[in-house]
């Protein structure tokens, strides 16, 4: 008697959309979630080397928000490639700046597996809208309420 494990085939792979509005939301928390999402992990036929994970169309991602003071003790460091070229930025100047996304995108993205194709791919199926509408409307997203999920989801000022 022998017993396989079942590997899931990309052909046989079913994508749906899903829909999360993001005001209000701790960014870590929807961070874990949508990277869980993109991947697949939540599907009971999860297969680490096949994309298998869904489309994730967030709105209002400039509304998010950080727990503690996050939002301005938070440090976001790159470098320019030229000497002494370390650049520093906290999530209160990217928020308020020209591309707020950048926050939560940067979040999923270092939650992804490290420079892999895969994660490549699995990234270009994160939908980031900055107001409340979204241009998915024909996939006909299923709306998950993240909010409500957990209570520790949403900060309480």
Not at 1 to 23: F, G, Q
Not at 29 to 47: E, S, V, W
Not at 101 to 118: G, T, W, Y
């Amino acid at each position: 008697m022998k017993t396989t494990t079942a590997s899931l085939k990309p052909a046989e792979v079913e994508k749906k959309w899903i829909h999360i509005d993001a005001e209000g939301v701790v960014v870590g928390r929807l961070a874990t979630f949508i990277a869980n999402r993109l991947r697949g992990k939540h599907r009971p036929d999860y297969t680490p080397h096949v994309d298998c994970g869904d489309y994730v169309v967030v709105t209002n991602v400039d509304k998010v928000v950080f727990t503690g003071k996050k939002n301005t003790d938070k440090v976001y460091y790159r470098h320019t490639g030229h000497p002494g070229g370390i650049k520093a930025t906290t999530p209160e100047k990217v928020l308020g700046g020209r591309f707020p996304e950048r926050v939560l995108e940067k979040a999923v993205e270092r939650m992804l597996p490290k420079e892999s194709p895969l994660a490549r791919k699995q990234m270009t199926h994160l939908r980031l809208f900055v107001g409340s509408s979204h241009t998915h409307e024909a996939q006909q997203p299923e709306t998950i309420d993240f909010k409500s999920a957990n209570s520790k989801n949403t900060r309480t000022v």
